[in-house]
Protein backbone atom coordinates (compact mmCIF):
# COMPACT_ATOMS: atom_id res chain seq x y z
CA UNK A 1 0.00 0.00 0.00
CA UNK A 2 2.53 2.54 1.12
CA UNK A 3 4.11 1.70 -2.27
CA UNK A 4 1.41 2.62 -4.43
CA UNK A 5 0.75 5.98 -2.22
CA UNK A 6 5.07 6.41 -2.48
CA UNK A 7 4.56 6.25 -6.51
CA UNK A 8 1.34 8.24 -7.26
CA UNK A 9 2.68 11.11 -5.10
CA UNK A 10 5.88 10.92 -7.57
CA UNK A 11 3.59 10.62 -10.85
CA UNK A 12 1.78 13.70 -9.22
CA UNK A 13 5.17 16.01 -8.97
CA UNK A 14 6.68 14.96 -12.05
CA UNK A 15 3.95 16.28 -14.03
CA UNK A 16 4.29 19.60 -11.86
CA UNK A 17 7.93 19.53 -12.84
CA UNK A 18 7.33 23.22 -14.65
CA UNK A 19 5.46 24.52 -12.78
CA UNK A 20 6.80 24.01 -9.53
CA UNK A 21 10.71 22.66 -9.53
CA UNK A 22 10.43 22.95 -5.79
CA UNK A 23 8.54 20.18 -5.55
CA UNK A 24 10.93 17.73 -7.66
CA UNK A 25 13.48 19.03 -6.11
CA UNK A 26 12.60 18.75 -2.37
CA UNK A 27 10.58 15.02 -3.08
CA UNK A 28 13.52 13.15 -4.38
CA UNK A 29 16.25 14.56 -2.26
CA UNK A 30 13.89 13.23 0.60
CA UNK A 31 13.11 9.78 -1.31
CA UNK A 32 17.57 9.95 -1.96
CA UNK A 33 18.49 10.46 1.18
CA UNK A 34 15.97 8.28 3.42
CA UNK A 35 16.51 5.12 1.11
CA UNK A 36 20.18 4.45 2.89
CA UNK A 37 18.13 4.34 6.57
CA UNK A 38 15.32 2.51 5.52
CA UNK A 39 16.92 -0.85 6.79
CA UNK A 40 17.85 -2.03 3.29
CA UNK A 41 20.97 -1.89 4.50
CA UNK A 42 22.22 -2.00 8.01
CA UNK A 43 23.41 1.55 9.37
CA UNK A 44 23.36 0.99 13.08
CA UNK A 45 21.95 -1.33 15.98
CA UNK A 46 18.71 0.85 15.89
CA UNK A 47 15.84 -0.25 13.11
CA UNK A 48 14.43 3.69 13.45
CA UNK A 49 15.61 6.68 14.81
CA UNK A 50 14.57 10.38 15.57
CA UNK A 51 18.38 11.01 13.32
CA UNK A 52 18.21 9.04 10.39
CA UNK A 53 15.10 11.83 9.26
CA UNK A 54 17.66 14.95 9.87
CA UNK A 55 18.79 14.94 6.39
CA UNK A 56 16.05 13.86 4.35
CA UNK A 57 13.54 16.41 5.89
CA UNK A 58 15.65 18.74 4.22
CA UNK A 59 13.61 18.15 1.25
CA UNK A 60 10.56 18.65 2.89
CA UNK A 61 11.66 21.89 4.61
CA UNK A 62 12.14 22.85 0.95
CA UNK A 63 8.91 21.88 -0.43
CA UNK A 64 7.39 24.00 2.78
CA UNK A 65 10.21 26.90 2.39
CA UNK A 66 9.12 27.49 -1.04
CA UNK A 67 5.11 26.23 -1.60
CA UNK A 68 3.58 28.13 0.95
CA UNK A 69 4.59 31.33 -0.22
CA UNK A 70 3.17 30.09 -3.90
CA UNK A 71 0.02 28.53 -2.29
CA UNK A 72 -0.45 32.38 -0.25
CA UNK A 73 0.13 34.52 -3.13
CA UNK A 74 -3.12 34.92 -4.85
CA UNK A 75 -4.16 36.26 -0.72
CA UNK A 76 -4.57 40.25 -0.21
CA UNK A 77 -3.48 39.51 2.99
CA UNK A 78 -0.28 37.13 2.05
CA UNK A 79 2.28 38.65 4.54
CA UNK A 80 0.36 38.77 7.67
CA UNK A 81 -0.86 35.82 7.14
CA UNK A 82 2.41 33.55 6.41
CA UNK A 83 3.77 35.58 9.19
CA UNK A 84 0.65 34.12 11.54
CA UNK A 85 1.20 30.67 10.34
CA UNK A 86 4.90 30.88 11.15
CA UNK A 87 4.21 31.65 14.36
CA UNK A 88 2.13 29.12 14.68
CA UNK A 89 4.47 26.88 13.34
CA UNK A 90 7.31 27.53 15.28
CA UNK A 91 5.11 27.59 18.30
CA UNK A 92 3.82 24.05 17.52
CA UNK A 93 7.71 23.24 17.22
CA UNK A 94 8.72 24.98 20.84
CA UNK A 95 5.92 23.19 22.81
CA UNK A 96 7.44 19.41 21.21
CA UNK A 97 10.70 20.23 21.55
CA UNK A 98 9.57 21.12 25.11
CA UNK A 99 8.35 17.81 25.79
CA UNK A 100 10.59 15.96 24.12
CA UNK A 101 13.22 17.59 26.19
CA UNK A 102 11.30 16.12 28.90
CA UNK A 103 12.54 12.96 28.07
CA UNK A 104 16.28 13.50 27.14
CA UNK A 105 16.75 14.75 31.15
CA UNK A 106 19.04 11.53 31.87
CA UNK A 107 19.57 8.19 30.25
CA UNK A 108 16.94 6.90 33.08
CA UNK A 109 14.25 8.88 32.22
CA UNK A 110 14.97 8.28 28.25
CA UNK A 111 14.87 4.23 28.60
CA UNK A 112 11.95 4.44 30.79
CA UNK A 113 9.75 6.22 28.21
CA UNK A 114 10.98 4.02 25.60
CA UNK A 115 9.27 1.26 27.41
CA UNK A 116 6.74 2.85 27.81
CA UNK A 117 5.92 3.77 23.89
CA UNK A 118 7.94 1.10 22.47
CA UNK A 119 5.61 -1.98 20.56
CA UNK A 120 6.14 -4.87 22.67
CA UNK A 121 7.59 -6.95 19.52
CA UNK A 122 9.82 -4.22 17.77
CA UNK A 123 12.97 -6.51 17.99
CA UNK A 124 15.22 -3.59 20.20
CA UNK A 125 12.38 -3.67 23.02
CA UNK A 126 14.81 -6.44 25.00
CA UNK A 127 17.49 -3.91 24.42
CA UNK A 128 15.89 -0.62 25.86
CA UNK A 129 15.20 -2.71 29.39
CA UNK A 130 19.02 -3.95 28.80
CA UNK A 131 19.77 -0.27 28.91
CA UNK A 132 17.56 0.71 31.30
CA UNK A 133 18.99 -1.54 33.50
CA UNK A 134 23.35 -0.71 32.84
CA UNK A 135 22.01 3.16 33.34
CA UNK A 136 20.48 1.75 37.28
CA UNK A 137 23.21 -0.30 37.54
CA UNK A 138 25.60 2.21 37.08
CA UNK A 139 23.55 4.25 40.05
CA UNK A 140 23.91 1.89 42.34
CA UNK A 141 19.93 1.10 42.10
CA UNK A 142 20.87 -3.17 41.91
CA UNK A 143 17.42 -4.26 43.38
CA UNK A 144 15.74 -2.09 39.99
CA UNK A 145 18.40 -3.00 37.56
CA UNK A 146 17.42 -6.44 38.14
CA UNK A 147 14.03 -6.31 37.86
CA UNK A 148 14.38 -4.77 34.06
CA UNK A 149 17.58 -6.94 32.87
CA UNK A 150 15.40 -10.04 34.31
CA UNK A 151 12.68 -8.82 31.50
CA UNK A 152 15.38 -8.46 28.70
CA UNK A 153 16.71 -12.22 29.80
CA UNK A 154 12.71 -13.44 29.75
CA UNK A 155 12.33 -11.78 26.16
CA UNK A 156 15.46 -13.75 25.12
CA UNK A 157 17.09 -15.83 26.55
CA UNK A 158 20.25 -15.42 24.23
CA UNK A 159 20.87 -12.05 24.74
CA UNK A 160 24.54 -12.09 26.44
CA UNK A 161 24.94 -9.30 27.82
CA UNK A 162 21.65 -9.13 29.38
CA UNK A 163 23.03 -11.57 31.34
CA UNK A 164 26.33 -10.42 32.16
CA UNK A 165 24.40 -7.40 33.29
CA UNK A 166 22.32 -8.97 35.72
CA UNK A 167 25.28 -10.41 37.14
CA UNK A 168 26.71 -7.57 37.79
CA UNK A 169 23.06 -6.24 39.26
CA UNK A 170 23.06 -9.56 41.31
CA UNK A 171 27.02 -8.73 42.48
CA UNK A 172 26.06 -5.01 43.44
CA UNK A 173 23.53 -7.11 45.99
CA UNK A 174 26.78 -9.58 46.91
CA UNK A 175 24.60 -12.20 45.49
CA UNK A 176 27.53 -13.80 44.18
CA UNK A 177 26.60 -17.37 43.44
CA UNK A 178 23.32 -16.16 41.57
CA UNK A 179 25.65 -13.73 39.64
CA UNK A 180 27.58 -16.58 38.93
CA UNK A 181 25.18 -18.80 37.20
CA UNK A 182 24.41 -15.46 34.98
CA UNK A 183 27.79 -14.96 33.92
CA UNK A 184 28.36 -18.64 32.53
CA UNK A 185 25.78 -18.35 30.98
CA UNK A 186 26.80 -15.26 29.22
CA UNK A 187 29.95 -17.30 28.82
CA UNK A 188 27.94 -19.99 26.87
CA UNK A 189 26.48 -17.62 24.60
CA UNK A 190 29.10 -15.73 23.71
CA UNK A 191 32.86 -17.77 24.59
CA UNK A 192 34.35 -14.67 23.57
CA UNK A 193 32.87 -12.28 25.43
CA UNK A 194 35.86 -10.99 27.72
CA UNK A 195 34.01 -8.57 29.97
CA UNK A 196 31.85 -11.73 30.79
CA UNK A 197 35.14 -13.95 32.08
CA UNK A 198 36.88 -10.61 33.66
CA UNK A 199 33.22 -10.42 35.81
CA UNK A 200 33.20 -13.83 36.80
CA UNK A 201 36.62 -13.88 37.54
CA UNK A 202 35.63 -11.01 39.99
CA UNK A 203 32.64 -12.61 41.35
CA UNK A 204 34.68 -15.81 42.35
CA UNK A 205 37.46 -13.95 43.87
CA UNK A 206 34.81 -12.28 46.05
CA UNK A 207 34.04 -15.93 47.48
CA UNK A 208 37.84 -16.87 47.97
CA UNK A 209 37.91 -19.28 44.80
CA UNK A 210 41.35 -18.02 43.45
CA UNK A 211 41.94 -20.75 41.48
CA UNK A 212 38.77 -20.65 39.45
CA UNK A 213 38.97 -17.26 39.45
CA UNK A 214 42.51 -17.01 37.50
CA UNK A 215 41.41 -19.12 35.22
CA UNK A 216 38.76 -16.32 33.83
CA UNK A 217 41.25 -13.57 34.23
CA UNK A 218 43.60 -15.03 31.89
CA UNK A 219 40.43 -15.68 29.43
CA UNK A 220 39.44 -12.38 29.62
CA UNK A 221 43.16 -10.71 28.96
CA UNK A 222 43.70 -13.59 26.41
CA UNK A 223 40.62 -12.72 24.73
CA UNK A 224 41.25 -8.98 25.02
CA UNK A 225 44.96 -8.40 25.41
CA UNK A 226 44.12 -4.26 25.93
CA UNK A 227 41.41 -4.46 28.40
CA UNK A 228 43.18 -2.45 31.06
CA UNK A 229 40.47 -2.95 33.73
CA UNK A 230 40.88 -7.07 33.95
CA UNK A 231 44.75 -6.85 34.41
CA UNK A 232 44.22 -4.33 37.14
CA UNK A 233 41.45 -6.82 38.26
CA UNK A 234 43.53 -9.38 38.67
CA UNK A 235 46.62 -7.61 39.83
CA UNK A 236 44.12 -6.65 42.88
CA UNK A 237 43.44 -10.58 43.81
CA UNK A 238 46.96 -12.10 42.89
CA UNK A 239 47.65 -9.38 45.79
CA UNK A 240 44.94 -10.13 48.18
CA UNK A 241 46.00 -13.74 48.03
CA UNK A 242 49.74 -12.54 48.97
CA UNK A 243 51.37 -13.16 45.05
CA UNK A 244 52.29 -9.35 45.04
CA UNK A 245 55.38 -9.73 42.52
CA UNK A 246 52.58 -10.96 39.91
CA UNK A 247 50.48 -8.83 41.15
CA UNK A 248 53.22 -5.58 40.11
CA UNK A 249 52.98 -6.85 36.80
CA UNK A 250 49.26 -6.95 36.12
CA UNK A 251 49.07 -3.52 37.69
CA UNK A 252 52.04 -2.10 35.55
CA UNK A 253 50.98 -3.67 32.37
CA UNK A 254 47.24 -2.19 33.12
CA UNK A 255 49.06 1.38 33.90
CA UNK A 256 50.70 1.12 30.37
CA UNK A 257 47.64 0.52 28.47
CA UNK A 258 46.18 3.01 30.44
CA UNK A 259 48.10 6.23 32.23
CA UNK A 260 45.12 7.79 33.25
CA UNK A 261 43.77 4.58 35.33
CA UNK A 262 44.35 6.08 38.56
CA UNK A 263 43.31 3.21 40.39
CA UNK A 264 46.03 0.80 39.54
CA UNK A 265 48.35 3.46 40.62
CA UNK A 266 46.69 3.60 43.98
CA UNK A 267 47.11 -0.02 44.22
CA UNK A 268 50.33 -0.28 42.78
CA UNK A 269 51.99 2.66 44.51
CA UNK A 270 50.59 0.97 48.37
CA UNK A 271 51.74 -2.48 47.04
CA UNK A 272 55.61 -0.95 46.51
CA UNK A 273 55.45 0.88 49.45
CA UNK A 274 55.00 -1.95 51.29
CA UNK A 275 58.15 -3.35 49.55
CA UNK A 276 59.91 -0.09 50.94
CA UNK A 277 60.14 1.10 47.07
CA UNK A 278 59.45 4.64 48.35
CA UNK A 279 60.30 6.40 45.26
CA UNK A 280 58.81 4.79 42.26
CA UNK A 281 55.48 4.62 45.20
CA UNK A 282 55.52 8.19 45.30
CA UNK A 283 55.83 8.51 41.48
CA UNK A 284 52.39 7.14 41.35
CA UNK A 285 51.42 8.75 43.61
CA UNK A 286 52.20 12.51 42.54
CA UNK A 287 51.28 11.46 39.30
CA UNK A 288 47.55 10.53 40.35
CA UNK A 289 47.70 13.80 42.19
CA UNK A 290 49.36 15.85 39.04
CA UNK A 291 45.43 14.27 37.38
CA UNK A 292 43.46 15.38 40.33
CA UNK A 293 44.48 17.26 42.84
CA UNK A 294 41.57 16.51 45.06
CA UNK A 295 42.78 12.90 45.37
CA UNK A 296 42.25 12.80 49.02
CA UNK A 297 43.08 9.06 48.81
CA UNK A 298 46.56 9.80 46.78
CA UNK A 299 47.03 12.66 49.18
CA UNK A 300 46.87 10.42 51.83
CA UNK A 301 49.08 7.27 50.46
CA UNK A 302 51.77 9.65 49.39
CA UNK A 303 51.82 11.49 53.00
CA UNK A 304 52.46 7.71 54.62
CA UNK A 305 55.14 7.00 52.23
CA UNK A 306 57.00 10.22 52.93
CA UNK A 307 56.45 9.49 56.54
CA UNK A 308 57.73 6.28 56.04
CA UNK A 309 61.14 7.54 54.72
CA UNK A 310 61.11 10.07 58.02
CA UNK A 311 59.88 13.54 55.71
CA UNK A 312 57.25 14.00 58.58
CA UNK A 313 56.76 17.86 57.50
CA UNK A 314 55.84 16.95 53.78
CA UNK A 315 53.75 13.68 55.19
CA UNK A 316 52.07 16.41 57.52
CA UNK A 317 50.94 18.53 54.65
CA UNK A 318 49.33 15.75 52.49
CA UNK A 319 47.58 14.48 55.57
CA UNK A 320 46.22 17.86 56.02
CA UNK A 321 45.23 18.37 52.52
CA UNK A 322 43.14 14.53 52.82
CA UNK A 323 41.33 15.69 55.29
CA UNK A 324 40.35 19.25 53.66
CA UNK A 325 39.07 17.68 50.98
CA UNK A 326 37.07 14.66 53.15
CA UNK A 327 36.99 15.91 56.58
CA UNK A 328 35.18 12.07 57.20
CA UNK A 329 38.07 10.35 56.11
CA UNK A 330 38.93 8.25 59.10
CA UNK A 331 42.76 6.96 58.23
CA UNK A 332 44.06 10.00 57.21
CA UNK A 333 42.74 11.58 61.32
CA UNK A 334 44.66 8.43 62.42
CA UNK A 335 47.97 8.98 60.18
CA UNK A 336 48.02 12.62 61.79
CA UNK A 337 47.18 11.57 65.31
CA UNK A 338 50.44 8.68 64.97
CA UNK A 339 52.47 10.76 63.03
CA UNK A 340 52.49 14.07 66.04
CA UNK A 341 52.87 11.39 68.71
CA UNK A 342 55.88 10.38 67.17
CA UNK A 343 57.10 14.05 66.83
CA UNK A 344 55.97 13.92 70.41
CA UNK A 345 52.98 16.04 70.17
CA UNK A 346 50.88 14.39 72.30
CA UNK A 347 48.27 16.70 72.50
CA UNK A 348 48.07 17.24 68.81
CA UNK A 349 48.00 13.89 68.51
CA UNK A 350 44.77 13.26 70.96
CA UNK A 351 42.57 16.13 68.82
CA UNK A 352 42.99 13.45 65.66
CA UNK A 353 42.54 10.33 67.32
CA UNK A 354 39.25 11.81 69.16
CA UNK A 355 38.00 12.94 65.52
CA UNK A 356 38.94 9.50 64.19
CA UNK A 357 37.05 7.32 66.85
CA UNK A 358 34.04 9.99 66.54
CA UNK A 359 34.25 9.09 62.86
CA UNK A 360 34.99 5.27 63.19
CA UNK A 361 31.73 5.24 65.58
CA UNK A 362 29.40 7.34 63.29
CA UNK A 363 30.04 4.64 60.42
CA UNK A 364 29.56 1.71 62.49
CA UNK A 365 26.06 2.71 63.57
CA UNK A 366 25.48 3.62 59.68
CA UNK A 367 25.74 0.17 59.54
Known amino acids: MSGFILTGITII ?3 LIKKTPYLSFGWFWYLGTLIPVIGLVQVGQQGMADRYAYIPLIGIFIIIAWGLPDLLKHFHFKKPLLLFLVLIFFSVLMRLSWVQLHYWQNSEKLFNHAIEVTDKKYPSFVGIYNNLGVV ?4 LKFKEAMVHLKSAVKLQPTYSEAHNNLGNALSGLNRFREANIYYKEAIRLNPNYPEAHN ?14 AIIYYKKAIQLKPEYYEAHFNFGVTLNKWNHSEQAIGYLEEAIRLNPNF ?6 LGNILRQKYKFKT ?4 FQTIIKMNPNH ?5 SLGSALAEQGNFEQA ?3 FHTSITINPRYLEAHQNLGTIFLILGQPEQSIVYF ?3 KEIAINEKLKQ
Open 13 to 15: ILR
Open 136 to 139: LNKQ
Open 199 to 212: NLANSLSKQLRLDE
Open 262 to 267: TKARLS
Open 281 to 284: AIHH
Open 296 to 300: AIAHN
Open 316 to 318: IVH
Open 354 to 356: KIA
